[in-house]
């Protein structure tokens, strides 16, 4: 009662419109509460402590330190959890050894590579030079042509033998005609005089 | 009839009685522990969480209660510092400032079924609500549960004329705050 007239007074001496407010709470309890709290409290305390096994257990092997309080007595540097900071270690790519010999043979495989290549690209880019233009020399008039040839160079391009292989490439069947008689022994000028002959012929035909 | 604080110790110190003093404890101080958190944290399903919290740790420190306060002091601190981590660890959740977190604990008061803003009790409960956390144990410990400062230095871990400063701040603050209300 006393120490209740001394805050009492103590108030009123501070701020005298809230000495005389009644201070029982306003909030309602919910009916029942605490009939039975502390048999509820005790069962929820027993599950969530450590057992009395180790309690036991404990006081068996070491009595004492049961009555020991468990909190930490070191101290801490001020504000050390604040700025803590792990310094992960970078990660390092690892680097492997190639062997030796993997070595050599991925470079002659490259070296192959390039090399089919090379060739590839080539052969690409020159083929345009082996290429006949077919077209152009359709155009030629061969009678005409061979006309202004001399005789002496239609002699020498005869007398080569890939001339000869182009003529009998070209020498159409039709042409020769089986009833002129035997070949082998007709002379190389007769003979160039007869082709000769023959091809202006199957010229005039064709126009 | 209550058992005295002293004997109740003993008593839960001893295997075969440990229960039944844990019993009489929890009877002695569940209304008392329990309007002390309920004015820190005004709802009571969070006053009844954080009431269980510290007797459980009444449950798992009594035996080891040097006896150098008294209990009661001793469950008060028990009891405080668990409001006080339930508020700190909202705001850690909602990461809201001192201001928002003053005007929930406000409107929770107000969102009382019996409710009546006429009246001057709930108008002394919002008030309350405004102070600092710290400021507002002070305040409850003194104006409801009568402690003396001694005491509420260990209950608080303050001095005595700190908390003398304290009191003084924050009743005059709840008095200017019911004045313009």
């Given at each position: 009662m006393n120490q209740q007239n001394t805050i009492l007074e103590e108030l009123k001496s501070i701020a005298p419109s809230i000495a005389s407010i009644n201070n029982k709470m306003p909030q309602q309890l919910p009916d029942?509460?605490?009939?039975?709290f502390a048999q509820k409290i005790l069962v929820l305390a027993k599950q969530q402590s450590y057992t009395e096994e180790d309690d036991n257990e404990l006081n068996e092997i070491a009595p004492l330190l049961n009555r020991i309080?468990?909190?930490?007595l070191q101290s801490l540097p001020q504000g050390y959890f604040e700025s803590f900071n792990v310094d992960l270690p970078k990660q390092q790519s690892i680097v492997v050894k190639m062997p030796l010999i993997r070595k050599w043979m991925i470079y002659a495989s490259a070296s192959i590579v390039a090399g089919i290549l090379v060739t590839a690209g080539f052969l690409y880019t020159d083929k345009s030079n082996l290429s006949f233009d077919y077209e152009q020399n359709s155009k030629i008039n061969i009678t005409t042509a061979m006309s202004n040839l001399s005789e002496d160079e239609l002699v020498n391009y005869l007398n080569s033998t890939s001339s000869l292989n182009i003529i009998h490439a070209t020498i159409d069947a039709d042409l020769i005609d089986e009833s002129d008689g035997d070949f082998e022994n007709i002379e190389d000028d007769e003979m160039l005089q007869y082709l000769i002959e023959n091809n202006l012929k199957s010229n005039k035909k064709a126009s | 009839m209550f058992i005295e604080d002293q004997e109740l110790v003993v008593k839960f110190k001893s295997a075969s009685t440990k229960e039944a003093a844990y019993t009489s404890l929890v009877k002695k101080y569940q209304e008392k522990l329990y309007w002390h958190i309920r004015r820190m944290v005004v709802e009571h399903e969070d006053a009844n969480d954080i009431l269980q919290n510290t007797f459980i740790k009444v449950w798992n420190g009594l035996g080891s209660f040097r006896e150098d306060s008294q209990l009661y002091t001793w469950l008060y601190r028990i009891a405080t510092n668990e409001c006080l981590t339930f508020i700190d660890q909202n705001k850690r959740k909602s990461a809201v400032n001192f201001d928002d977190i003053a005007e929930d604990f406000s409107n929770k008061v107000k969102a009382d079924?019996?409710?009546?803003?006429?009246r001057l009790e709930w108008k002394l409960q919002v008030a309350i609500q405004q102070l600092p956390e710290k400021q507002r144990v002070v305040f409850n410990l003194r104006?409801?549960?009568?402690?003396?400062y001694e005491e509420m230095s260990t209950v608080l871990n303050t001095s005595v004329g700190a908390l003398k400063a304290s009191y003084h701040h924050a009743a005059k603050k709840i008095e200017e705050f019911i004045k313009n209300s």
């Open positions: 029942g509460y605490f009939d039975s309080s468990r909190k930490q | 079924t019996n409710f009546d803003a006429n104006y409801y549960d009568q402690m003396p």
